[in-house]
């Protein structure tokens, strides 16, 4: 169960992060920042994905 529990704390952060880049991207800026956000919210996609993938895997693999 903390897997979950630390799994769900984690999506909340990096929903947050990829809703902040969302609205964020409304706005007018330069493009060297634009690429910036762009790059945040891939990572935090990223990062969403492997929260998927270690709560898939067996518990206490790798370990």
């Known amino acids: 169960m ?3 529990i630390a799994a769900h ?3 909340n952060l ?5 809703g902040a880049a969302e609205l964020m991207q409304d706005h007018p800026m330069p493009a060297v920042l634009r690429r910036e956000l762009e790059t945040i919210a891939e990572l935090a996609e990223s990062a969403v994905e ?3 993938t270690l709560l898939d895997s ?3 693999a790798g370990a």
């Not at 990096?14 to 990829?18: F, M, R, S, W």
């Open 50 to 52: 492997l929260v998927g």
């Open 14 to 18: 990096l929903c947050k992060i990829l």
């Open 2 to 4: 903390p897997r979950e």
């Open 9 to 11: 704390e984690l999506n």
């Open 58 to 60: 067996p518990a206490g």
